[in-house]
């Protein structure tokens, strides 16, 4: 199997909820998991602003950068993550059906905001 290409997953480590995804994912992914570079977004904010992305707007969505530079964000960016894992395949095929995943970044959205008012972390 060719090696996979590096993804950076810009995630907020604050969150428990997010922290306990992250290590299922790791757990699943396997050897395909060592090709995944973790950033939580509180810490590593210039980094994104380097990237041109506002800090704020990572908190209230995940992002991926791919190797070569591209921006993932959002739906897309937990399918390009899913695809890696054979188990996840195919939830990434289902949430990324067309009349499907609109309505899963909209319940995906506001389950983040509700999230982030609650913590007292939304501006």
């Not at 950076?8 to 050897?31: L, M, S, T």
């Not at 995944?36 to 992305?53: P, S």
Request: glycine residues 8%.
């Amino acid at each position: 199997m060719s090696e996979l290409p590096l993804l950076k997953v810009y995630y907020d480590a604050i969150c428990p909820r997010c922290r306990k995804d992250r290590a299922r994912y790791e757990q699943w992914a396997g050897e395909a998991g060592d090709r995944v570079v973790w950033c939580d977004v509180t810490e590593h904010q210039q980094m994104l602003r380097d990237q041109g992305i506002d800090p704020q707007a990572a908190l209230l969505s995940l992002h991926v950068e791919e190797e070569g530079g591209d921006i993932v964000e959002g739906i897309d960016a937990y399918i390009l993550l899913m695809r890696r894992v054979p188990r996840l395949k195919p939830l990434a095929w289902l949430i990324g059906l067309p009349g499907l995943k609109p309505l899963l970044r909209r319940l995906y959205d506001a389950w983040v905001r509700r999230r982030l008012e609650k913590q007292g972390r939304l501006p």
